[in-house]
Structures are given as C-alpha cells and as structure tokens.
C-alpha cells in the first residue's frame, strides 16, 4: 500500500526517529511502512492519522 | 567487567554468528571424519555455545545504535545469555558425572536430560519474546526469521534423514535440531536487518 508518510514527515521536519519516538514504535518500524514494506496494522495506522490530524484515507492510497 | 564485554562484543552480531556457525560446522566436519561424534561432540558444541555471549551482547549495542532495543529483546538477550551459560555449565556437570561415575538407571536418565533443560528454556524465552513484543513490525520480523529457520531445520532434515536412510551419509545425533534452527533464525535476520537498511533516512 502507498502512503504519504514521507511527505508528512517531512513538512513537520521530522526525521524517522522523531516519528517512531511519536508513535512508540522502532524506527525500523516507520522505515518498513514509509517504503511500503509493511503495512501497519489497523491500531497503528489510527494512531498515525490521529498524529498528523488526518483521515487514514489521507495518508493511506490504494495500490 | 561487564564493559569489557561491551567492548569486545562491538556492534557486529553477525561476526559472533559466523564465528557460532563456523564453530559447529568444525564439530560437523570432524563427526564426518569420525574424529568426533555423540557424546564426545558435546563439548565442542558448548565451547562453540559461549560465542552466543558476545553474540546476544552485540545484538543488544547494535539494536541499541538503531534504536530498535525495545524492553522486550532487551529481556530476550538477557535470556538468552542465561541460556548460554546455564547450557553449558548443565552440559559439564552430565559430562563430568558420565565420565567418572558411570551412573546407571535413573541417574544416567537424569544427567541426559539435564542438557536439554535450557534448550527448553530457550524455545520458551522465543515465545516469551513474540508474546511481550510491542513492536507489531519487529514482532513480525522475528516471527518471519523464526519460520525461515524452521523451514531450514525441516528441509535439511527430511534431506538428511532420507540419505540416512539409504545409508550414504553418518547418522546425526537429534539434538542438532536446536543449532540448525537458531543457525536458520540468524541468517533471516542478517537478511531482513540489511534489507531494512534501505531507506534509513539516518
């Protein structure tokens, strides 16, 4: 699945460490899902929305 | 004494898990040649066992580094070095009582059960592990590497037992199961932490 983690990071000015701090997860973690590697579960991909103050269909594109 | 072993340990886990296998594939080679087999393979195997300290400390600097030490792989390698020493100081004490006490009946049941006791240990702290891990990718991660080893075991398994039994290879000793699959485990995450280097903004 695309996302637009990268980009909204990068607004914020946010390295992949200051989102993993945000959300509690690995950085490893952020780097898998911002490459599309892994998808993030339903929890996690609320929690991302909640911090960016987006919908989930906002950050998260169908293939 | 404990940054000694920092020190020495450095932040290159697949070092130690090259020296580990390189170690047991040495035992492997010379069961081969005859030179070693059952029982007299055993020590070999737990000297090749105390890489696993420096390799579980390593793991800990390198995830430290990375940032990815949660509290639930900082208690797996913390385990996991329990394991290691209490392996091999069990494996000694069977040893020692074999050698010199020749024990029979339910003392000699006894002390060949004694080695296995961390190998138990050692496939609860994994489930421990998947169980307290709050990383959903992490947790994913090991899981992945777990079964890749599993995979490993079952295929060289069936591959051996089926030359074992039109008896064109030496018979090996079942307890090689744990290694292969812990060897199986280090090489899918070798893979997958290279891989996730890919992309690091850092």
Known sequence: ?63 | MAGIVDKIAGRRPWMWALAFAGAMGIVAWFEHRHVLGGIRSLPFVAAGCLFLIPLAKSANNCASASGTLTPAMRQYNRRMMIWAVSYIVLLGIAMSIRHNLDPQGPLLWLIAVLPSLPMLFFIWAMVRYLKEETDEYLRLRNTLSALFGLALLLGVGTFWGFLEAFKVVPHVDAWWVVPVWAMGMGLANVFQVMRDRKGNDQ
């Open chain 1, 1 to 63: 699945m695309k996302n637009r983690l990268k980009v909204l990071r990068a607004e914020r000015d946010w390295s992949q460490q200051d989102l993993a701090e945000r959300l509690e997860v690995s950085r490893q973690s952020v780097n898998a899902i911002e490459t599309g590697k892994y998808d993030p579960s339903l929890p996690l991909a609320f929690r991302i929305a909640e911090l960016f103050g987006q919908p989930i269909e906002a950050i998260f594109l169908r293939d």
